[in-house]
């Protein structure tokens, strides 16, 4: 079975662009998280759905950032315009529970530099 | 401030001997989640315990976990080259509906 599938695996942009991560899903999980992990923050909660519905997004940096769920198959994690201190590790992981705290699967990470 | 902060944050030990993090937490919590995680690779979910738990075996890993001194232990015995990872817990403060990772345990095993 395929597991989370992340896209791209590594993004180099300049600064002022605006970069678009993509998430599937493991099929038939209900929650889906994205995270970033960084050196000096370790790992972070940005957001996360719930049967495609916001439900926690009080990690999201800022304005800039903007996170959707269109369907149960995918979501987008976008940042406009984006910054040298965006660059990190972005993960998406799937859970096939509700609520945010039984086990997730991680996708492999996009690795973003924003020069 | 972390949820979850792992102790010690590198060890490095010889392939075959036991390796033992500790990670500490500060709320009261529903459950308490480890995870390992590959160089350049995603986090991958290795057990849970829930608080009512005590103790709990997957394989070569034994969790433990303390309520009173909110603090738990992983636990990896007859270690092998392959175990080279960075270990993360993970916790969620009662009521909080997300997971708090803490900054991880980079384990390396000699060969």
């Known amino acids: 079975d395929a597991g989370v599938i992340q896209s791209p695996r590594h993004e180099v942009t300049e600064m002022g662009q605006e970069v678009t991560l993509r998430c599937k899903p493991i099929s038939g999980h209900n929650s889906l998280f994205w995270y970033r992990q960084t050196m000096m923050r370790g790992l972070e909660l940005l957001i996360y759905f719930n049967n495609n519905v916001p439900i926690d997004d009080s990690g999201m940096p800022e304005d800039r950032f903007s996170a959707k769920m269109p369907n149960a198959s995918f979501s987008t994690l976008k940042i406009q315009p984006s910054e040298p201190r965006d660059s990190a590790v972005y993960f998406c992981?799937?859970?096939?529970?509700?609520?945010?705290?039984?086990?997730?699967?991680f996708g492999p990470g996009t690795r973003l530099t924003v020069l | 401030s972390q949820q979850g902060e792992e102790d010690p944050q590198a060890l490095s030990i010889q392939e075959g001997e036991n390796a033992t993090m500790n990670c500490s937490y500060k709320t009261s919590i529903n459950n308490l989640q480890w995870y390992r995680q590959n160089s350049g690779r995603g986090l991958v979910h290795l057990i849970l315990?829930?608080?009512?738990?005590r103790e709990k075996h997957s394989g070569r890993l034994r969790v433990t976990l303390d309520t009173s001194k909110k603090s738990s232990s992983l636990l990896i015995t007859a270690s092998r080259a392959a175990d080279t990872a960075s270990y993360f817990c993970a916790t969620d403060a009662s009521g909080a509906q997300k997971l708090v990772f803490g900054q991880g345990t980079r384990l390396t095993i000699n060969p």
């Open positions: 992981a799937s859970s096939p529970w509700e609520g945010a705290y039984n086990e997730q699967f």
């Open positions: 315990i829930r608080s009512n738990e």
